[in-house]
Nanobody, 115 residues
């Protein structure tokens, strides 16, 4: 059974940085495209960034130039480096396959950007 465990969230001031990690439980991770998603209160969950098995990336316009998605296939882990954080980045961040797969959502990690 595939499981994703997210970590690395926290409280940060505007302009600050965080690095999120998502550990996958199975080796098929290496062959799958992965995505970071977020859901803010009252909003639908949205794709923030995606990365293919070959390393090609895609970002939502609002995070381009500030967030970087990467992966370490040997560690079954995908990362999201977030810089120049803004209050509007506040949300619970999740990882999942890209495109998202129903039934594979983890607990997520809370990111709060506030002074």
């Amino acid at each position: 059974q595939v499981q994703f465990v997210e970590s690395g969230g926290g409280l940060v001031q505007p302009g600050g940085s965080l690095r999120l990690s998502c550990a996958a439980s199975v080796s098929i991770f290496r062959f799958q495209s992965m995505g970071w998603y977020r859901q803010a209160p009252g909003n639908q969950r949205e794709l923030v960034a995606g990365i293919t098995s070959g390393g090609s990336t895609n970002y939502v316009d609002s995070v381009k130039g500030r967030f970087t998605i990467s992966r370490d296939n040997a560690k079954y882990t995908v990362y999201l480096q977030m810089t120049n954080l803004r209050p509007e980045d506040t949300a619970v961040y999740y990882c999942n396959f890209w495109p998202q797969a129903v039934g594979y959502w983890g607990q997520g990690t809370q990111v709060t950007v506030s002074s």
